[in-house]
């Protein structure tokens, strides 16, 4: 069993940065594949980014691609995504989630076991 709590969320204006954070309890933190996923108002919820157990492979949605990074410290039991050059459609709740099953990252959000609750982040145009 793994719990997830993000942070980190807010109200920015376009052109800023945010950092999110996702905290882990639980055993075996460093075997899972995590993943960002967000969900704007009367969307579906959709991949943001998503980090193999070592960090050693990433992947983006091409819409944020160049501009937010993912990673993890496997000693702390956490994940993060820098995000950069934030824009109006990047308003969303921003959820963390972890995958058991081979270590990796998944786009698709039946890949992952556990959620978090969201975070909540607003760019202001």
């Known amino acids: 069993q793994v719990q997830l709590v993000e942070s980190g969320g807010g109200l920015v204006q376009a052109g800023g940065s945010l950092r999110l954070s996702c905290a882990a309890s639980g055993r075996s933190f460093s075997s899972y594949g995590m993943g960002w996923f967000r969900q704007a108002p009367g969307k579906e919820r959709e991949f943001v980014a998503g980090?193999?157990?070592?960090?050693?492979?990433?992947k983006y949605a091409e819409s944020v691609k160049g501009r937010f990074t993912i990673s993890r410290d496997n000693a702390k039991n956490t994940v993060s995504l820098q995000m950069n050059s934030l824009k109006p459609e990047d308003t969303a709740v921003y959820y963390c989630?972890?995958?058991?099953?081979?270590?990796?990252?998944?786009?698709?959000?039946?890949?992952?076991?556990?959620w978090g609750q969201g975070t909540q982040v607003t760019v202001s145009s």
């Open positions: 980090i193999n157990s070592s960090g050693g492979s990433t």
């Open positions: 989630a972890a995958a058991s099953r081979g270590s990796t990252w998944y786009v698709f959000r039946t890949g992952y076991d556990y």
